[in-house]
């Protein structure tokens, strides 16, 4: 079996669900378990759903809702032209799907008052909007395919808007579903992103992550292979709405891929490698507007070549500085401060110290006022906002001879506020002024990818 997750922009309209069901055809001797995605920007218009709602902005949310369900009856009528009863079926199902998230809506609308409970039960509805309309799609075209409620099998915590799966409840039910549900069938479709906790109350595993949903299933059911289907052709060195030149990767390790994405690079969801690594699972990523194309292919260390592959960035951190005189000689000092930010639940990037400082780099979307409270009992606390981290990416680097140099010399003028070179060697990373990224990572890419390979060309 292997896994194929399509995200957003792979099923965002009549187009893009057509090429993808043609990918999947021709894969079907490896008895695909799909994985998708809500339609580009489902998921934002959700968001914008649940806010308009808690504000009791009546009008505001009836269009919203509106312009949700006129863009999924419309695509299902348009894809299901030439199979009328199939077009019933899936309109009717669109249609009802609306009405109980109408419902609901409506609801939170009268009270003015959204719980997370609530809300994701809300962003739910594309992905269950999108995997419906695929599945029948699917099936009028002749690719006999099961519906799996991703919500009886990826078990997750309380968390309801970032849930952390329950690997171990997930390990014993997907395997048993998906064998059913391909039982007479060539696919079976399912949903990413959302879960449900213990109790079978809706929960959804955070921004992005159907990526996640895919390698837990992947590993889940020992796959070949796990397939992101998304916009670009496969991994590059760098993001390529940042910097013109990326070059593209062919294979990156699984320790590669996952710093790249926890670094900043948003083609995968931070954790997504971790279930495929359990098990060894190649994962691809690969562009379906370009189905042919090789793709990225993440693959085990070994497999894979030392040096720089990327140069990541997070656009929007904030750095923590702790001072305390305290800290000198005082066993447990930063026991207690790293406790505090656990116990928020707010998690630290980049970390360095000296005798009687701490600073730390969280992103921007954690909620750290908590923390700074407790910090400042014992200890005085700077917070640096608009600060950006730049990371540079590959296997061994820090071992590799002249790379801190490779890495500095192009930066002369910018300020770097703290260096960090990861214990795994694969990782240097830095912070700098928010309004010089651009310039810093496009400097840095050009030294690092497109210098050499201008003077090769002379
Ligand atoms: P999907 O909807 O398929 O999950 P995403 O928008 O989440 O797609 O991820 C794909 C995007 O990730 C690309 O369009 C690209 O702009 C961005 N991206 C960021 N860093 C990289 C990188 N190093 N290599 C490729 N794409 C990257
Ligand atoms: N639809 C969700 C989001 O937009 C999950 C995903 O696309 O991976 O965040
Ligand atoms: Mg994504």
Not at 372 to 384: G, R
């Amino acid at each position: 079996m292997i896994v194929m997750k399509f995200g957003g922009t792979s099923v965002a309209n009549f187009e893009a669900i057509t090429r993808a069901i043609f990918i999947i055809g021709g894969r079907l001797d490896k008895k695909p378990v799909v994985v998708v995605s809500a339609l580009s920007k489902v998921t934002d218009l959700l968001y914008r759903i649940s806010d308009a709602a808690a504000s009791r902005n009546v009008a505001e949310t009836k269009q919203l809702m509106n312009e949700l369900r006129s863009r999924h009856v419309n695509l299902a009528s348009d894809l299901l032209e030439q199979s009328p009863a199939l077009r019933e079926n899936a309109v009717g199902r669109v249609n009802a799907i609306c009405d109980t998230l109408e419902e609901l809506v409506n609801a939170v609308c009268a009270v003015g008052e959204l719980s997370d409970r609530n809300k994701a039960i809300i962003i739910s509805n594309g992905e269950l909007l999108s995997s419906t309309i695929i599945c029948f799609v699917m099936n009028a075209k002749g690719i006999r395919t099961n519906f799996i409620d991703a919500r009886k099998m990826m078990i997750t915590s309380n968390e309801y808007l970032k849930a952390e799966p329950d690997v171990n409840e997930i390990i014993s039910r997907v395997p048993g579903m998906i064998d059913e549900s391909f039982k007479g069938m060539d696919a079976v479709i399912t949903q990413g992103f959302i879960g449900s906790n213990h109790s079978g109350e809706q929960t959804v595993l955070g921004r992005g992550g159907s990526d996640y949903s895919a390698s837990l299933i992947g590993m889940a059911i020992d796959a070949e292979r796990i397939e992101i289907w998304t916009d670009v052709d496969g991994v590059r060195s760098a993001d390529p709405r940042k910097v013109e030149n990326t070059k593209y990767l062919e294979k990156i390790s699984f320790e590669e891929a996952a710093e790249m994405a926890h670094f900043g690079a948003k083609v995968l969801h931070p954790l997504t490698i971790e279930p495929a690594v359990k098990k060894n699972i190649p994962i691809y990523v690969l562009n379906s507007m370009n189905p042919s194309g090789k793709g990225t292919a993440i693959l085990r260390n070994e497999l894979i070549e030392d040096g720089v592959k990327s140069v990541s960035f997070k656009e929007n951190i904030r750095v923590i500085n702790i001072f305390s005189m305290k800290m000198i000689n005082t066993s447990g000092f930063l026991r207690r401060v790293f406790e505090i930010f656990s116990e928020s639940r707010v998690s630290v990037d980049l970390i360095s110290t000296s005798e009687a400082n701490i600073s730390v780099t969280v992103d921007a979307s954690e909620k750290i006022d908590k923390v700074v409270e407790q910090l400042s009992e014992f200890a005085d606390v700077i917070v640096d906002d608009d600060k950006s981290q730049v990371s540079v990416i590959g296997k061994n680097i820090v071992r590799l001879n002249g790379m801190l140099k490779k890495t500095f010399a192009p930066l002369k003028r910018t300020n770097v506020y703290m260096i960090s070179q990861g214990a795994s060697f694969v990782n240097i990373s830095f912070v700098v002024d928010r309004e010089e990224l651009t310039e810093v990572v496009k400097d840095l890419h050009y030294h690092l990818f497109e210098v050499e390979e201008e003077l090769e060309q002379f």
